[in-house]
């Protein structure tokens, strides 16, 4: 089979353009290429003003809040309500959460919630509260997010906990 020369020269051509594309694409997905960010990485807060030094400070004091104040205890609060008290604009705080945390809000303070709970169930002051009072108390705000949210974050109901706890 023989090629005329100029429809050859189009195919390599193009054979060529689209494995360069793929050969870039791949670079790029797989972090082949070193100091390239990924899109992944530009993503959601790449034109933040937020340095790393400020995240890492504003990550201190809201870990000092939280362990302070216990604003966790408080079944309505909110991400502004956090961002108010830091004197930060919400998106920041949220930013700090998901960039240098790993969380979003609502797991970072039903974290919080869950270790009360688990405290308030191994205490004996506790022993005459349900299970229930014991979430309502620390900030859950009804029973289904309670045990939803318990579970999620232990690998056991809250009665399963204690029972376990009780074993041990």
């Given at each position: 089979?023989?090629?005329?020369?100029?429809?050859?020269?189009?195919?390599?051509?193009?054979?060529?353009?689209?494995?360069?594309?793929?050969?870039?694409?791949?670079?790029?997905?797989?972090?082949?290429?070193?100091?390239?960010?990924?899109?992944?990485?530009?993503?959601?807060?790449?034109?933040?003003?937020?340095?790393?030094?400020?995240?890492e400070e504003v990550g201190q004091a809201l870990l000092e809040l939280m362990e302070r104040e216990?604003?966790?205890?408080?079944?309505?609060?909110?991400?502004?309500?956090?961002?108010?008290?830091?004197?930060?604009?919400?998106?920041?705080?949220?930013?700090?959460?998901?960039?240098?945390?790993?969380?979003?809000?609502?797991?970072?303070?039903?974290?919080?919630?869950?270790?009360?709970?688990?405290?308030?169930?191994?205490?004996?002051?506790?022993?005459?509260?349900?299970?229930?009072?014991?979430?309502?108390?620390?900030?859950?705000?009804?029973?289904?997010?309670?045990?939803?949210?318990?579970?999620?974050?232990?690998?056991?109901?809250?009665?399963?906990?204690?029972?376990?706890?009780?074993?041990?």
């Open positions: 089979l023989k090629w005329p020369a100029p429809q050859f020269e189009y195919l390599m051509a193009g054979l060529l353009t689209v494995g360069i594309h793929l050969a870039a694409y791949y670079a790029f997905d797989l972090q082949i290429l070193p100091g390239v960010s990924t899109r992944a990485e530009q993503g959601k807060y790449r034109t933040s003003p937020l340095t790393a030094g400020k995240m216990r604003p966790y205890l408080d079944p309505e609060l909110r991400i502004a309500d956090l961002a108010t008290r830091l004197q930060l604009p919400p998106h920041y705080l949220s930013q700090v959460l998901s960039e240098s945390l790993g969380l979003n809000f609502y797991d970072f303070v039903n974290r919080y919630r869950v270790e009360a709970v688990k405290q308030k169930l191994g205490d004996e002051r506790y022993r005459h509260y349900s299970i229930l009072a014991i979430g309502l108390e620390c900030g859950f705000a009804n029973k289904t997010t309670f045990n939803r949210t318990f579970k999620k974050m232990t690998g056991h109901t809250p009665s399963g906990f204690l029972e376990k706890a009780g074993n041990a």
